[in-house]
Every structure is written in C-alpha cells, then in structure tokens.
C-alpha cells in the first residue's frame, strides 16, 4: 500500500492508501493544480508495524527492553 502526501504552506494532506505508486501518482497529477506552486510532495509505501519491528531486531537496533 501507499500513500501520498502533499504539502502546501502550513497544511499537510495524507491521500490514499493506493495499491500502487502509479495509482497515487495518477491521483497526484489531477491533485497537484490545485495546490500552490510551492506544494511538495512525496510518495510512501505503508509499513506493517510487525514488518519493521521483525526488520529492526536482527540489527540489534530495537531491543526487546525499550519502551
């Protein structure tokens, strides 16, 4: 899954999720004119909370003690 978003002055605005980058990135271009021409945005792929925990541990950078 994905999500994109758009920041344009002091408002953030979290669109989606999509199935894919493309999808979001299609959603994007008829989103865009909208905003300002100073508007950033960016594309990011959902993380399962599990999959990174699982991810973090081998690397010794998550311990099983931290809060």
């Known amino acids: 899954m994905y999500l ?3 920041r344009d002055g ?3 605005r979290h669109v989606g ?3 894919s980058p493309k999808q979001a990135a299609d959603d994007l271009d008829r ?5 300002s021409d100073r508007a ?3 594309i990011h792929a959902l ?5 990174l925990l699982a991810s973090l541990r081998p690397s010794g950078r998550l311990s099983s003690t931290a809060a």
Do not use: G
């Open 4 to 6: 994109l978003t758009i």
């Open 10 to 12: 002091l408002q953030t």
């Open 17 to 19: 999720p999509y199935q």
């Open 31 to 35: 989103l865009l004119p909208l905003c």
């Open 40 to 42: 950033r945005w960016q």
């Open 47 to 51: 993380e399962a909370p599990e999959d």
